[in-house]
């Protein structure tokens, strides 16, 4: 073969080979750009995810001390509403005149009476109408009932708004008007619970 023929045979297979590297370096970058891109949006897709999870977690911590400071005013405003009964109950209580007065002690007293010779304590500010006249006439009607009738007021008063204690200095039974009143308590609460805030 002639040296020109030889000359151009190696200048051709130079230019091939060149195109063929060429190609090549096109494919890798062309790889290399797309390996690039995947992994960009890989980190894109992991830093949005971790972006939403945590907007997620804030969002929920919100939405449950919200929750939890509706409920609170809730309950505060359900206790305070008990509340303004109970004081509202006390200033009826008060305000009864003396006969009604006279029957709701008598009920409280013939209720919690057990043998008919208990000590009946009633508070230092006692009505005056709640006297031995009025205990004689109860126990009376704890004699036409087969009990002793022998009740008697003890000498001692008690820090009470109203209502008795009765029994012996060792065992008493407390139906004082405030402990009456918290034995309610509770259920009241759960009736209110049911009829006025049933939905929240």
Do not use: C, W
């Not at 939405?63 to 008990?82: D, G, M, P, V």
């Amino acid at each position: 073969m002639p040296i020109k023929d030889i000359k151009e045979k190696i200048i051709e297979d130079a230019l091939h080979e060149k195109e063929n590297i060429l190609e090549e370096v096109k494919e890798n970058i062309k790889n290399m750009k797309n390996q690039a891109q995947k992994e960009s949006n890989s980190i894109k897709n992991q830093i949005m995810e971790r972006y939403k999870q945590e907007a997620d977690l804030k969002e929920k911590k919100i939405i449950t001390e919200a929750i939890l400071e509706a409920k609170k005013n809730i309950l505060s405003e359900k206790q305070a509403f008990i509340d303004e009964i109970f004081q509202e109950v006390i200033k009826r209580i008060e305000k009864l005149d003396d006969k009604e007065y006279e029957k709701l002690m008598e009920k409280l007293i013939l209720e919690n009476v057990e043998h008919g010779d208990e000590n009946i304590y009633i508070g230092k500010q006692e009505r005056k109408h709640i006297d031995q006249n009025f205990l004689n006439g109860i126990n009376k009607k704890l004699k036409d009932q087969g009990k002793k009738g022998e009740l008697k007021f003890s000498k001692k008063h008690l820090p009470i708004k109203g209502g008795i204690i009765i029994g012996t200095d060792e065992i008493r039974k407390n139906a004082s008007i405030e402990v009456i009143l918290e034995k309610n308590k509770e259920e009241l609460e759960t009736t209110l619970n049911q009829f006025l805030f049933q939905k929240e």
